[in-house]
């Protein structure tokens, strides 16, 4: 467990279990596997381990795989892989924290993901990419586990509160993403929707509240997560004083020493500035913001010329990641490029091919690569790392 000489922030709730008030986001594909889900949940907070294609951080799944058009195939080492991640990450946090699983609404086998997560002994499912009417179906055999949805704005929230309680079930926590700072793909509809004012996290923060007010709601009932763009205490201070429980950070935590992407992807993250940072329409059609690699650039200069050409095409990877994939159903309103593969080069630390999806925001210790103790205990404290070996902590 994380020991600081201070807890300014109170811990929050969830599932029964005391926990600091820090989530770790979840970072596909391979990002947030299980070395830092585990060290995260470790020192008492949720580490969230990413579900999607995981197979890639396993050298005898590749080879059984890696080659393969076999959709089958593909969704079934990928759930091996799901077990094993999430096994190990228990290993490492002990009985500490909690382990949850993101799983995206918008991936084909998105239920199977959920129901191996539920299997595999998760403490906690994260959906987002989509509204997530149908997790508590899919999890009704495991009353145990923590159901959290992502979502942007009060309607939505609203939307999925009214739908799950006709099915006498609220979630157990809410995270409520910013598009305007979050990295990946974005909780709006358009790219010009991404700075709308109804996304501002106070105002959603007042919303839901008052939605919980009107419904006969506890707030402490239903924990608020605030995420996108928090990297600092001060941040996490304000957020807590407007009535959330507890921060959601991706960032920060995948350029952490036991973040599970290669060296050179946390390189690139770390380096990038603002003007690097670009929004762009990914392939699920939805905004999404990346760092300007060499691959981005020479995409975005294509961009409209693919868009415009846009025609129905076989899947590359040989199985469906996506319900709705701009490449392969031809919709040229959406990215024409398979982010699947993209997204495969940058875990692997390939600067010229991969796809970085990154935050708006600074990073805590600028390009500093630091254990997830050191930003723990920062968040927490407002402490600087290099304190904590005079302080042995």
């Known amino acids: 467990m994380l020991q600081t000489s201070r807890r300014p922030f109170s811990r929050f709730v969830l599932k029964g279990k005391s926990l600091l008030p820090i989530v770790q986001g979840g970072m596909g594909i391979g990002i947030s596997a299980h070395r830092l889900a585990g060290t995260v949940a470790g020192l008492g907070a949720v580490g969230t381990i990413s579900s999607v294609d995981l197979r890639r951080h396993h050298r005898d799944l590749m080879a059984q795989s890696g080659k393969s058009r076999d959709k089958e195939l593909i969704n079934a080492v990928n759930l091996i892989a799901l077990d094993r991640e999430i096994t190990a990450a ?68 609203a939307l999925v509160i009214k739908k799950w309680m006709r099915k006498n079930r609220l979630p157990d926590a809410i995270v409520i993403e910013s598009p305007h700072f979050a990295g990946g793909h974005l909780g709006a509809m358009r790219l010009e929707s991404v700075d709308d004012p109804h996304f501002a996290i106070p105002t959603v923060l007042e919303d839901t509240l008052e939605l919980f007010k009107q419904l006969g709601i506890e707030c402490e009932n239903i924990p608020l997560i605030v995420a996108g763009g928090i990297h600092s205490h001060e941040q996490i201070s304000d957020v807590l004083a407007l009535g959330a429980s507890a921060v959601q950070l991706g960032t920060p935590f995948a350029v952490t020493v036991e973040g599970d992407a290669h060296a050179n992807f946390k390189k690139v993250l770390t380096e990038a500035g603002p003007e690097d940072i670009v929004t762009f329409m990914s392939v699920a059609g939805l905004p999404a913001r990346a760092v300007r690699t060499p691959w981005l650039v020479n995409y975005l200069d294509k961009e409209s010329r693919l868009m415009a050409k846009a025609s129905p095409k076989q ?79």
Request: glycine share 12%.
């Open 315 to 393: 899947c590359t990877v040989g199985f469906d990641c996506l319900h709705q994939c701009g490449l392969r159903d031809g919709n040229g309103k959406a990215g024409q490029f398979c982010i699947d593969t993209q997204l495969a080069f940058a875990m692997n630390g390939d600067v010229k091919r991969g796809l970085f999806f990154r935050g708006s925001e600074k990073l805590p210790f600028g390009r500093e690569v630091r254990p997830v103790r050191d930003l723990m205990d920062y968040l927490m404290t407002g402490r600087f790392p290099e304190l904590n070996q005079a302080l042995g902590v």
């Open 90 to 157: 228990r290993a490492i946090a002990g009985n500490a924290g909690m382990i949850a699983v993101n799983t995206m609404r918008a991936v084909t086998d998105y239920a199977a993901h959920v129901r191996q997560s539920c299997e595999s002994g998760a403490d906690a499912i994260v959906m987002g990419a989509g509204l997530p009417v149908d997790l508590p179906e899919l999890t009704a055999g495991y009353p145990d586990i923590a159901l959290i949805p992502i979502l942007s704005d009060s309607r939505g929230i």
